[in-house]
């Protein structure tokens, strides 16, 4: 926790504004998203005849959420031990320790940006749906799956430096392939079941019928979801774990 917060202050510090920045850049993003999409596009999501011109920016602002946490920590992860030498070589330190740390600051601005979702659904729509109490259930799946690609491309950084060229390029595809801009239905119907294995994909919607339509998303489909989560974590951790002997000859 020690780590996390000084992780979170040290991005805001000789800054006028501070931690105010959490939570401005959402609310400018959100506030951006709503003009380009509802304004200049026109855009619909199609889930009601009477859908407002914000509707369709809070959706989209659930999926940019929920991406922005998994893509925030799949970026930093190939640096992370590569800019923290200190770590390995001088002090007895707890490497394993640093993909939370990661973690922990996404998912303080990921929390940032979900109290500002909040405020805009009482605003425009002045009502928060009960289910919203069953996110953190619903995101647990994924906070499992971030965690175990963040150990792994942490360890993998180490050797093979060309990662962190192509995280970014894996996150901005996943953008376009995960129904933040469009829900899964959207697809021709023989797409749907190809888009539905992407997990992200399925979280984001997930999350959205909690946040928005105030509806249980499938405790099957959840409980694959958490399963793969669960094997995804393990898998990158114990990578983690046999790749840490290595660090400091290599670095």
């Not at 006028?16 to 596009?41: C, D, E, K, Q, R």
Request: net charge positive; with cysteine.
């Amino acid at each position: 926790m020690t780590l996390v917060r000084r992780e979170v202050a040290a991005r805001y510090r000789g800054s006028v504004m501070g931690l105010t920045w959490s939570f401005f850049n959402p609310l400018l993003m959100l506030a951006i998203y709503t003009f380009v999409f509802s304004v200049v596009f026109k855009a619909r999501w199609g889930v009601d005849t009477n859908e407002s011109k914000t509707d369709f920016a809070i959706l989209l602002f659930v999926g940019l959420i929920v991406h922005g946490l998994f893509a925030e920590c799949v970026n930093r992860a190939p640096g992370l031990i590569v800019s923290n030498v200190n770590y390995v070589k001088k002090i007895i330190f707890p490497l394993e320790l640093l993909p939370w740390v990661t973690f922990g600051s996404a998912l303080f601005h990921t929390s940032i940006s979900i109290v500002v979702l909040f405020l805009a659904q009482l605003v425009f729509n002045h009502f928060i749906p009960w289910t919203a109490i069953l996110l953190p259930i619903v995101l647990l799946p994924l906070m499992l799956g971030t965690l175990g690609m963040t150990w792994f491309l942490a360890g993998l950084g180490v050797y093979l430096r060309d990662v962190s060229q192509l995280t970014g390029m894996f996150t901005t595809i996943l953008l376009f392939m995960s129904a933040v801009f469009f829900p899964i239905s959207a697809l021709p119907e023989q797409y749907q079941p190809l888009l539905r294995l992407n997990p992200l994909a399925v979280m984001i919607e997930q999350s959205r019928e909690v946040l928005i339509f105030g509806e249980i998303p499938n405790v099957g489909h959840w409980l694959i979801l958490l399963a793969a989560g669960a094997l995804m974590a393990w898998l990158g951790f114990a990578w983690f774990q046999k790749t840490r002997k290595g660090f400091a000859d290599v670095l």
